[in-house]
């Protein structure tokens, strides 16, 4: 089975691209300069996107460009619920139950207006830690908001953020 609206991609492609993009460290200065990256990005761009970065449970980086709207901050949010309780990418998390036949709101009986399985939320990673924030951007076509945080990720590992 295919799924157009998330990219065609699978399970095993999903975890192997987190497993690369994992940080050696990131401290809320880090946080902050991979906000800026995404901001940077979106900016240039002229993307209508909102963008989130948060540091062990703190709110460290917020932008709203023209175009996004207060629905994005709430599509944010329902991503960072998805994120925070299954440590997965929400992309993932949806490829993950579609692979099974199922949604994933029927499947996990959680609340459509606190979890949204749509791609733009992902785990920030440290090595040997686990899980210590979130990156988050809404606003583009799932596939496109989980693209972005990939290229954003990269950068900022690249860079040494």
């Not at 449970?57 to 329902?78: E, Y």
């Not at 991503?79 to 099974?100: D, G, H, P, Q």
Request: with cysteine; hydrophobic share 40%.
């Amino acid at each position: 089975m295919t799924y157009t609206t998330t990219g065609n991609f699978t399970s095993e492609q999903l975890r192997d691209q987190a497993a690369k993009l994992v940080f050696a460290s990131f401290d809320l200065s880090q946080a902050v300069a991979l906000g800026e990256i995404a901001l940077g990005i979106a900016r240039t761009r002229s993307l209508p996107v909102a963008i989130e970065v948060w540091h062990t449970g703190r709110l460290v980086f917020k932008a709203a460009l023209p175009g996004s709207s207060r629905d994005n901050d709430d599509w944010l949010r329902r991503k960072r619920n998805v994120v925070e309780r299954l440590n997965m990418s929400t992309m993932a998390a949806r490829i993950e139950y579609e692979e099974k036949g199922q949604e994933f709101i029927e499947a996990t009986q959680l609340p459509s207006h606190d979890y949204a399985a749509h791609g733009g939320g992902w785990p920030i990673e440290v090595v040997g830690t686990g899980t210590v924030g979130f990156l988050g951007i809404s606003g583009l076509p799932q596939v496109q908001d989980h693209e972005l945080i990939v290229e954003c990720l990269t950068t900022a590992i690249n860079a040494g953020s």
